[in-house]
């Protein structure tokens, strides 16, 4: 029976061939978007699940309240987990070292990623360690694991183990492990791990039981085997106020600790991701509406064709029920035409998805390919999107066509349908065209918003700017040398430094106050950067109030502040020339000065942001 359904549909496509066709391509469509869609759905939601103890590895946070904070902890926090908490098995220090740091061996220098990270990191961690020991791989001071990768630029491939790489040109490191190139779906990426006791020879001030206003190391623990996350909770939910309650309260703020699970780091969006890529669900939800939305349309499609031509259909109806078919049978047969043709669209799904696999990848970021459909979870997808389609754009027209009955088609009156059926394709071109224009309206909105971004003027000049990064040179007096050389070069018009500039924030989130003001709600959350007098010159910031620092003026620089309009603004002051003068506090001492200059507002990040 299967089997004469199947060639009952074929007859069917190749006798009504333009019909076919235009099904077939609208299916195609709907497929491909779909399939797309769920490559990026599946891939985003594996992330970090590759870890065998992935259930128990949870991410320490300093939650600040209303779901956010820092991703990063105090120095004592893991430390006091790991010995005044049976729950927790294992903790990780870790820290970003140095952005984009040279790597070199003898006449071979990279520019790579690089990071340190505890003696525990690989036994909490499942990453693949192709040489060197998991226990022993990070414990030693001046210790480095590198990837596969790493170790194939300098080594072609050969073992690495015991070779000595040089990292800001004057520190040795020995290689005690290689690991395998990192997975794509791991929020942890990088390109070497340095031992975290080599950090602590270098920052001898660095302690694990003090520096409880040291926000800057990132940790994770391995949870007990039977242990509760929500009663570890519980009982560390204050650790923060108990130890440093009241400078917190000086400081206008609360913290307490909070505990991610490793599946949701990647795409937590209240935590930034210092160790890597972030995701965000509000993307995964966005694109998974516009799949469903143009499945949907496909599906819409076919029925508005199908049932528009029962007429055709209708004594091939009345036929086969008069000689003794069902309807059960015929309805069926009109399903399994479905199917078939959703089947043969696979052969226009592939072309498309050749083709567009690139578009996709650049517009999400990915690095995709044909490989990557024949995953098991992927592979399940698109029989789930298989079977949704054929029978969302099935099911209508084959219980329309399947209930005729021969005497009304006699009559022509087709079931008594007809007036039925008109209404609903007309509801159905009504939903059609609601939902293609919202896709294009949308599609309008974001290419507008787009276009506001590339060509809205950013406040500051980025043309024949260069940036260098001169801290490899090794002091204050190399500085000096190093810029005198720069300047003097012909091609050169003027240089200035800092610790910031526009697209690469300084500190931010620094509580300042405006004088006078003591009360904790007066507290603004500011960014501040350090510049010299020609830093405003170089980036072509307008000066709206007030002065420039000026070397001759040793005041201004010891204690001067230049701030926006929006700070301003912020600081309780109705105009930059009433800002001039005034002082600016701080509980952490900085920023804190005399205000003596007012530029106008430019984008220092993303106008996303």
């Known amino acids: 029976m299967f089997q004469n359904y199947i060639k009952i549909a074929l007859r069917n496509l190749l006798r009504f061939k333009f019909y076919s066709v235009i099904n077939l391509v609208g299916l195609s469509i709907g497929l491909t978007v779909g399939i797309l869609i769920l490559l990026f759905v599946s891939d985003e939601l594996q992330f970090d699940r590759f870890h065998d103890k992935s259930d128990r590895i949870y991410k320490v946070v300093t939650s600040t309240g209303e779901g956010g904070g820092m991703e990063t902890n105090a120095w004592p926090v893991a430390n006091k987990l790991l010995t005044d908490y049976p729950e927790v098995e294992k903790a990780v220090y870790t820290r970003r070292a140095f952005n984009n740091m040279m790597v070199t061996y003898e006449d071979e220098r990279y520019e790579r990623d690089l990071y340190f990270a505890g003696a525990e990191f690989f036994q909490i961690f499942s990453f693949n360690l192709l040489e060197g020991s998991r226990s022993e791989a990070l414990r030693e001071p001046w210790s480095i694991v590198i990837t596969a990768s790493l170790r194939d630029q300098f080594f072609e491939g050969r073992s690495a183990l015991g070779k000595t790489l040089i990292i800001r040109d004057s520190l040795e490191f020995t290689v005690t492990g290689v690991t395998e190139d990192l997975p794509s779906q791991s929020h942890i990426q990088f390109d070497a791990l340095m031992s975290f006791s080599t950090y602590r020879r270098m920052n001898p001030n660095f302690t694990y039981s003090e ?85 949907l349309l496909a599906c819409i499609n076919y029925i508005n064709l199908s049932t528009a031509r029962a007429v055709y259909r209708a004594k091939e109806v009345g036929m086969r029920k008069i000689v003794g078919s069902s309807r059960k049978q015929i309805f069926w047969q009109f399903q399994i035409e479905v199917l078939v043709l959703t089947l043969l669209s696979f052969a226009l799904v592939a072309l498309f998805i050749d083709f567009l696999l690139p578009l ?33 754009a099935g099911l209508y027209p084959s219980y329309i066509l399947s209930g005729f009955r021969p005497a009304d088609i006699m009559k022509t009156n087709m079931g008594g349908s007809g ?49 260098l990064n001169i801290s490899n040179v090794p002091s204050s007096r190399g500085h000096e040398a190093f810029i005198d050389q720069v300047t003097q070069l012909p091609s050169v018009e003027s240089m200035t430094r800092t610790n910031a500039l526009p697209g690469r924030p300084g500190w931010q989130g620094q509580l300042a106050v405006p004088e006078g003001k003591e009360n904790e709600m007066d507290y603004v959350s500011t960014e501040y950067m350090i510049i010299d007098e020609h830093y405003l010159d170089v980036l072509g910031l307008e000066l709206i109030a007030g002065e420039n620092f000026n070397p001759a003026k040793q005041s201004s620089l010891v204690d001067g502040l230049i701030i926006n309009q929006t700070t301003v603004r912020e600081m309780g002051w109705a105009s930059p020339e009433e800002a001039i003068g005034k002082r600016i506090d701080s509980p952490s001492k900085a920023p804190a000065g005399e205000v003596i200059g007012v530029v106008k507002d430019y984008h220092g990040l993303g106008l996303q942001e």
């Open 360 to 392: 996709f990848n650049e517009l999400m970021g990915k690095q995709y390919d044909i490989n990557t459909l024949i995953r098991p979870e992927v592979l399940v997808g698109i029989l789930l999107i298989l079977l949704v389609i054929s029978v969302l």
């Open 419 to 467: 007036t039925r059926g008109l209404n609903m394709r007309r509801t159905l071109v009504t939903l059609q065209f609601a939902i293609s224009g919202m896709l294009v309206m949308a599609t309008f909105i974001v290419l507008n918003q787009l276009n506001f971004m590339r060509n809205q003027d950013l406040g500051f000049n980025k043309e024949q700017t260069l940036i």
């Open 211 to 295: 520096g409880w206003g040291n926000f800057n190391v990132r940790n994770y623990i391995l949870l007990r085997e039977g242990a509760s996350i929500d009663d570890l909770r519980a009982k560390s939910y204050n650790m923060y106020m108990e130890n440093i309650g009241e400078w917190l309260k000086e400081l206008g703020m609360e913290a307490t600790l909070a505990f991610i699970p490793l599946k949701e780091v990647y795409l937590n969006a209240d935590f930034y991701n210092g160790f890597g890529p972030s995701g965000s669900m509000e993307q995964i939800w966005l694109v998974s509406a516009i799949a469903i939305f143009v499945i």
